[in-house]
């Protein structure tokens, strides 16, 4: 055999780098922790979902659509897109989920030696998609829960190309308010483009909450993302996309891959679309119930915990997060642990069904007071 | 393009004839990378003992010899393919049959590590390294009186500190802590602060909002997947310095190829919330360093080793010999750690004739940790051997570490069990998978 030599073919910044690595399946975790349901409340998924709508699309998906590619570009959902929103649909760039966008986003704007701004306790792969492209990612720390409009435009210099904003944030669930945005994008005033990662928005009834669609109408800069992973519970399927300028996505799809995103996730995206609103007020008031029933719980225990915007909270527990996952693990509840996030010792709850939730709180007080 | 290292290799045959070579080049290169002159010569004098080691057992192979600055430290590093059938001359204790006739009267590697700041053995691939290490030579650090004041206004983290300001906190660590809670290289704080700009070692500094020197901690990565701490140091009362350092380490390494995370030197101060309780070890017994602060009797302290994960543990298998497997299901039942234990034994294997066990020797403190390379038929045997050319070394804290990733490994456990080692804890991920750490006696 010749000789293969790895080291010399990859770059440093690809061979310092350490691989994101998703948990085993839930049959071989289960299997391992002993338990016989898991209830996943790690990845704030919707489990009020899927829509009617959407079920309709799954249960009718004609097997003869297998074998075809799908559509290269999305073009029926942007167009939808374009319905909904009143814009062009040549103004939005559909991936596989938003983490590819993300990507896409990065490899458009970064050469060697540039360097994103963003904050130190936000959705990981902004810094990570950077950090293995070569691009420096300069880390805000969160002043008061919340990103720091004030530091993130101190770190600002003549290399940085993007700032992403997670708006809510995650894990926080914090949010820039109309007027903090609108000043912070008059402060950028162009020099950068700003990412404003709109996640969770439909999440968020509030009137001072500002919506990106109608930002990218003011400030050709800007870049909204929105996912179907979250509200509009198609995980599975991978559909996210990203909205700015006809200029700007011009210049973002060509470092994006076509063909990438499949034809039942397609049909089901724009499915999903149609008359949201009841599915939406409906998983708005699941997840309303369930921030009711824990923050109290937390309360009456003493635990600190941060409840805001978004599907999911955070409770500091009096041990190891890590542990604390193993502990609820053998009680069939997953959570996420926020080392990862730089929140030792807090987990991340998603808010689900009401029963799931009781279920929680079952095994979170046991494992509290087994511990005590 | 420049080598930043500068460093000087040499190709030679293991040959005794050229060990004059071997001493000119070892000699003159640690001066001209700075060692002092006594330094250089033990250097010298530890390579020459590992060159006529080799040519006495493995005569004639092609060796590689890389002679590096560290900063803080020179290395000399030999390194060469071995045959697998040969490796076993590698171990500390081989003394023995070396050939038709010919026998060793001293174990040249034990002497050649009597001689280094650091010694260790270690295979990589097919390649055998044996690399010596001196140290510079670096003004002690030594206890001055302590007066505790309160912390002033807020405590902060200090960013990218200065080497002086890790100078004055290490020497403040050394004044405030019991020696054996403090990392050795503060007792030289020049060295940790240059490891500290080499990356060698990790350290956060936090002050007071007068400016006073709050507090220290420092760690460093053992494996790919581990981090090891020492600390926290607190110098001032109040303003939650320790939570401040702990939580600026976790976000730290926090997204790092780091799984786990291990108290080297943990101290009263640390956050017992943040971590879980594995056990205790050992921690030598007094060193050459006068009054090293480690207890009274010869058997020295014990001390706490804590760890915590940085990722959710999603389980996985591990092998064990069946004579642990016991102790590890408790173990694993305690810490609420998912494995699967898979029995390995030696039966039916076709295993190589012969043992080799790498060592990581640090004879200040009296501690011998190995961890097998190679398991042979002669397992038992080469475990006596090495009890016993170390214990007559005066190494009175021996310990086996074995991965269980590799069942090979696990194997080993038999032989360990029959020659007065038992299993003291679990280290999870400390490895490729948990590593089971053995002791002597
Ligand atoms: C803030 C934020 N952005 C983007 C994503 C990625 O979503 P997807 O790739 O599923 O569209 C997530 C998912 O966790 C998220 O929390």
Known sequence: ?372 | MQDRDQSVSLKLAAEARFIPLVQGVVEQGAAAFGLDRGKALRLTMAAEELLSHLAETSGGVAVDLTLTPGGWCVRADFSFVADPSDLWAMNLAAREDIGPGKSMDRLGLLLAARMSDGFEIRLDGRVVHLELRQDHAYEAANPRPVRVVDARGEVVMVDDPEPALIREACALAVDHYPAHLVNETFFTPGKAADMVARGDMNAVVAVDSAGTLAGLMVWRSPSERSVGFCGPYVFVRGGGTAGFLEARMLATVARTKAVSLFSELGTDDLTAENYELLGRLPLGRPGPRGDSGLGDGPEGVELDIRFRHLREDSGRAVWAHPSMRSFLEAAYDRLVLMRDIREADHAGANLPERSVFSARLRPELGIATLAPMVVGRDADRAVADHVRALTRDGYRSILFRLDLAHGWQATLAGSLADNGFSPRLVLPDAGMADVVVFLHG
Not at chain 1, 227 to 242: C, E, H, I, N
Not at chain 1, 244 to 256: A, N, W
Not at chain 1, 291 to 316: H, K, Q, T, W
């Open chain 1, 1 to 372: 055999m010749a000789d293969f030599d790895l080291r010399r073919l990859v770059p440093p910044h690809v061979r310092a780098f350490e691989a994101y690595r998703p948990s085993n399946p839930d049959s071989e975790l289960m299997r391992l922790y002993g338990v016989d349901h898991l209830h996943r409340l790690n990845n704030n998924e919707n489990a009020l979902g899927p829509a009617p709508t959407v079920r309709e699309v799954v249960d009718s998906f004609p097997p003869g659509a297998v074998p075809v590619y799908p559509n290269g570009d999305c073009f029926d959902l942007r167009h939808s897109l374009a319905g909904r929103f009143d814009k062009d649909a040549e103004r939005f760039l559909v991936g596989n989920g938003s983490c590819e966008v993300i990507a896409s986003v990065i490899k458009a704007f970064c050469e060697e030696g540039d360097n994103i701004v963003t904050a130190d306790r936000t959705f990981a792969v902004y810094e990570w998609v950077a950090e293995f492209s070569g691009i420096k990612a300069r880390l805000i720390p969160l002043k008061d829960m919340a990103f720091d409009p004030r530091g993130m435009l101190d770190a600002m210099d003549e290399r940085t190309k993007v700032l992403f904003v997670c708006n809510p944030n995650n894990p926080t669930g914090t949010y820039w308010d109309k007027a903090t945005m609108d000043a912070f994008l008059d402060e950028v005033a162009g020099r950068a483009v700003v990412v404003i990662d709109e996640a969770y928005c439909e999440y968020v009834d509030r009137d001072d909450y500002p919506d990106g669609m109608s930002l990218v109408e003011r400030h050709p800069n800007v870049i909204v993302f929105r996912t179907f992973s979250k509200m509009y519970a198609l995980a599975a399927l991978r559909v996210g996309y990203l909205c700015g300028s006809v200029e700007v996505v011009d210049m973002v799809r060509r470092t994006h891959v076509v063909y990438s995103v499949n034809t039942l996730a397609q049909r089901c995206a724009q499915a999903a679309l149609e008359n949201d609103a009841p599915f939406i007020a409906a998983t708005r008031a699941m997840v309303r119930e369930a921030r009711e029933l824990l923050c109290p719980m937390f309360d009456s225990m003493g635990l600190e915990y941060i409840a805001n915007e978004g599907n999911y909270l955070m409770v500091r527990v009096p041990m190891p997060d890590t542990l604390m996952y193993r502990k609820l693990m053998r009680k069939g509840v997953m959570v996420r642990t926020m080392t990862g996030f730089r929140f030792p010792n807090w987990i991340r709850v998603s808010l689900v069904q009401r029963p799931v939730m009781e279920d929680f709180c079952r095994a979170f007080g046991q494992v509290l007071d087994e511990t005590a």
